[in-house]
């Protein structure tokens, strides 16, 4: 029998030490690399921290799977068993160019079900952790449920390249969502703005393409506490392969979709 606890307990001992690795990697001379275009970085850092992960991991539970951006662990095609969905540093280009706003974002799943999410917001030192069944926290400080909110009164997270010319989608699919909002927010950063859902510091947060380890972190969280995680489409996520991301607050999730985004061809 799968003792979640224990996992729990080292999911959250080996991401405040890998945080504690990045940290010390400041001071030192990044190799930088790009992957699909030259906005698209990674770095000697990244690899190193999913691999420390990796080797943890096949230590402690050499049965579960990882599934990593940095193509070191396993190779997944199904969900079966548990499977850790690892992004070792989301938002790199925040820690290229600014040493902050950026996450360490962990999923943890048994046959699919989200069962532990951790978002480890490594300068500022805040862990934002979910246990299936028993609740998200912020460090220590447990989190409320989400409350609905109005459209007038929120606040999203979006990315300015989804209403202004971009190969995806028309950009004013989105604008009058955008026009109707208290206001818009980007960090750079997915893990981090959907916790930033979590605690109420925005209302909603939407990507048009995201990968699985940039949201089952998240997932997990937003779930926790009563949150919608979709696509665009208010489909369930697919954790093997990347989509389109909604993440809102209860309500909220249901009016935007109506009013807004049902027409979109996402």
Same mark, same amino acid.
């Given at each position: 029998?799968? #003792?979640?606890?224990?996992? %729990?307990?080292?999911?959250?001992?080996? +991401?405040?030490?890998?945080?504690?690795?990045?940290?010390?990697?400041?001071?030192?001379?990044?190799?930088?690399?790009?992957?699909?275009?030259?906005? %698209? &970085? +990674? *770095?000697? $850092?990244?690899?190193?921290?999913?691999?420390?992960? /990796?080797?943890?991991?096949?230590?402690?539970?050499?049965?579960?799977? /990882?599934?990593?951006?940095?193509?070191?662990?396993?190779?997944?095609?199904?969900?079966?068993?548990?499977? @850790?969905?690892?992004?070792?540093? %989301?938002? *790199?280009? #925040?820690? +290229?160019?600014?040493?902050?706003?950026?996450? /360490?974002?962990?999923?943890?799943?048994?046959?699919?079900?989200?069962?532990?999410? &951790?978002?480890?917001?490594? +300068?500022?030192?805040?862990?934002?952790?979910?246990?299936?069944?028993?609740?998200?926290?912020?460090?220590?400080?447990? !989190?409320?449920?989400?409350?609905?909110?109005?459209?007038?009164?929120?606040?999203?997270?979006? #990315?300015? *390249? @989804?209403?202004?010319?971009?190969?995806? $989608?028309?950009?004013?699919?989105?604008?009058?969502?955008?026009?109707?909002?208290?206001?818009?927010?980007?960090?750079?950063?997915?893990? !981090?703005?959907?916790?930033?859902?979590?605690?109420?510091?925005?209302?909603?947060? $939407?990507?048009?393409?995201?990968?699985?380890?940039?949201?089952?972190?998240?997932?997990?969280? !937003?779930?926790?506490?009563?949150?919608?995680? *979709?696509?665009?489409?208010?489909? %369930?996520?697919? &954790? &093997?392969?990347?989509?389109?991301?909604?993440?809102?607050?209860?309500?909220?999730?249901?009016?935007?979709?109506?009013?807004?985004?049902?027409?979109?061809? @996402?």
């Amino acid at each position: 029998m799968t #003792n979640w606890d224990h996992i %729990d307990e080292k999911a959250k001992e080996w +991401v405040k030490e890998a945080g504690r690795r990045i940290k010390d990697s400041f001071q030192k001379t990044l190799t930088i690399e790009t992957k699909s275009n030259r906005n %698209d &970085l +990674v *770095t000697d $850092i990244d690899q190193a921290t999913e691999q420390f992960f /990796i080797s943890k991991i096949n230590e402690t539970y050499p049965e579960h799977r /990882i599934f990593g951006e940095e193509g070191f662990g396993d190779k997944i095609e199904d969900l079966d068993g548990v499977v @850790w969905i690892i992004d070792p540093i %989301d938002g *790199t280009m #925040n820690f +290229v160019h600014q040493q902050r706003n950026f996450a /360490i974002s962990i999923g943890i799943y048994e046959d699919g079900v989200g069962k532990i999410g &951790l978002i480890y917001d490594v +300068v500022h030192d805040e862990l934002y952790h979910a246990f299936q069944g028993k609740g998200a926290y912020l460090d220590d400080m447990q !989190i409320p449920s989400l409350k609905e909110a109005s459209v007038q009164d929120a606040i999203i997270g979006l #990315n300015a *390249t @989804w209403v202004t010319e971009n190969k995806r $989608i028309d950009p004013s699919l989105l604008a009058p969502l955008v026009r109707d909002v208290r206001g818009t927010r980007s960090y750079g950063s997915a893990a !981090i703005e959907m916790a930033y859902v979590a605690t109420g510091r925005i209302d909603a947060y $939407i990507s048009l393409r995201l990968a699985p380890w940039d949201f089952a972190g998240g997932n997990i969280l !937003i779930t926790e506490l009563g949150g919608k995680a *979709t696509t665009l489409k208010g489909e %369930d996520l697919n &954790l &093997l392969e990347q989509s389109s991301v909604f993440i809102c607050k209860p309500g909220l999730h249901e009016k935007i979709l109506r009013d807004y985004l049902q027409n979109g061809s @996402w």
